[in-house]
């Protein structure tokens, strides 16, 4: 009898299941809009020109790998910590934010997650109704019981202000809120500074701890613009989480670049809690890799390259930006009179369409168009080559 006999195989990832469809599809025109990633007008991955000069200037001086720190390059955190707070943000001048290397975006969120379950180990976590897949299984993964609170609005094509602040009303103090700071996934839709405020109040009010989840930051509406709810936070005196992804903004997927930043009230606080983040770091990984944060430390860090990167990622907002307009116009050119202007409300790189799941089933099976059954689809995997395919095969569904 084999150990493994009674291992039942888990259910697939159902985004990994669909580009799986989508590479066995013989159909010469197909399009994958089910991806989670940007690509560029050529419809391919892009290697940003500040990452390339970045690396080529590393390889000039070539460096032996020794361990990094447990909370990773001490340049990179700074850099990200001036990134997310602000180059004079007075937290950060006062030695009260708590940052770590992380891997990815994803990886903030788990020694976050870990922290918090060894911090508050009864704490319920509430999640977007929709959000990102893996917030509730890495939380679930975590220990925590996770719930949702009403985001999503598909009757008003928007978010449901008064559901989500009711629910954040009604927690317990101390329930964990999983928060998108910008470009929510998967519906695209971004509450405004308003409406941030109340939110922020609320978790005042209830004693709730944020945990701000900024996994685009840049492909909103710039990138101090889409840190804007991190200020709002800070100036509420709250403590509370972030985590960063440098995976879209870099085009850094598999280097596995993040960060993870707590805000606490003191310097002393942030020196305890920093001490605990790394016993989490030290017990899963080690340490952080160095190639990823390296690049990323120094693009930041280096002003012609920063200023380089800053048009490398204005290039790519404005690029999506760009998509949905024209995404729009072909689709009332294709004879959709619905009203669109939903789709250049949302931000970032995904729309939820509006489409339901027959009719994403009908755009695979019939025109080779892959997006998710919720509606989702890469605003970012548009280009001027598939656009007009694209929005006559939803118009054909939409009829
Ligand atoms: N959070 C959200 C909302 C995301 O959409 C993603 C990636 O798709 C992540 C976190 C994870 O980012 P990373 O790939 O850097 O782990």
Not at 40 to 47: A, F, H, Q, V
Not at 56 to 79: E, F, H, N, S, T
Not at 106 to 131: E, N
Not at 242 to 249: D, G, L, N
């Amino acid at each position: 009898m084999s150990l493994f006999a009674a291992v039942e195989m888990a259910p697939r990832d159902p985004i990994l299941g669909l580009n799986e469809q989508f590479n066995a599809d013989t159909n010469p025109a197909k399009v994958n809009l089910g991806v989670g990633v940007y690509y560029d007008e050529n419809g391919k991955l892009p290697l940003l020109r500040c990452v390339a000069e970045a690396e080529a200037q590393m390889q000039a001086a070539p460096k032996a790998r020794g361990y990094l720190p447990i909370d990773g390059i001490a340049a990179y955190d700074q850099a990200v910590q001036g990134l997310v707070f602000g180059a004079d943000s007075a937290a950060v001048r006062e030695a009260r934010v708590a940052t770590v290397q992380a891997l990815g975006g994803t990886g903030g969120l788990k020694i976050g997650a870990d922290f918090l379950k060894r911090l508050s180990p009864d704490a319920q976590v509430l999640i977007s109704d929709p959000s990102w897949e893996n917030h509730r299984a890495l939380f679930t993964n975590a220990g925590f019981k996770v719930s949702t609170y009403p985001y999503y609005d598909a009757e008003q094509r928007g978010i449901h202000v008064a559901g989500m602040l009711a629910t954040l009303q009604a927690a317990a103090p101390g329930t964990i809120v999983v928060l998108h700071a910008c470009c929510h996934n998967p519906t695209g839709y971004d509450l405004s500074a308003e409406q941030w405020a109340q939110v922020v109040e609320v978790v005042k009010a209830r004693g709730l701890v944020a945990f701000l989840d900024m996994a685009y930051q840049g492909f909103g509406e710039g990138i101090a613009e889409d840190g804007a709810v991190v200020q709002q936070f800070l100036a509420a005196g709250l403590d509370f989480f972030v985590s960063t992804s440098f995976s879209k903004s870099f085009s850094l997927y598999g280097e596995r670049v993040g960060a993870l930043s707590v805000v606490c009230v003191s310097p002393e606080e942030a020196k305890r809690v920093l001490s605990q983040l790394k016993i989490v770091i030290r017990t899963n990984y080690s340490n952080p890799p160095t190639h990823g944060a390296q690049v990323v430390a120094m693009v930041l860090s280096t002003p012609a390259l920063r200023a380089m990167w800053e048009e490398e990622l204005a290039g790519m907002r404005l690029r999506i930006r760009e998509m949905r307009q024209a995404l729009v116009a072909e689709l009332k050119a294709a004879g959709v009179s619905q009203d669109l202007s939903f789709v250049t409300r949302q931000k970032g790189m995904f729309s939820y369409s509006g489409l339901n799941a027959a009719q994403m089933q009908r755009l695979r099976s019939e025109f080779g168009i892959y997006g998710v059954d919720s509606g989702r689809i890469c605003v970012a995997a548009l280009n001027g080559k598939n656009l007009k395919a694209v929005a006559a095969a939803m118009a054909a569904v939409i009829a």
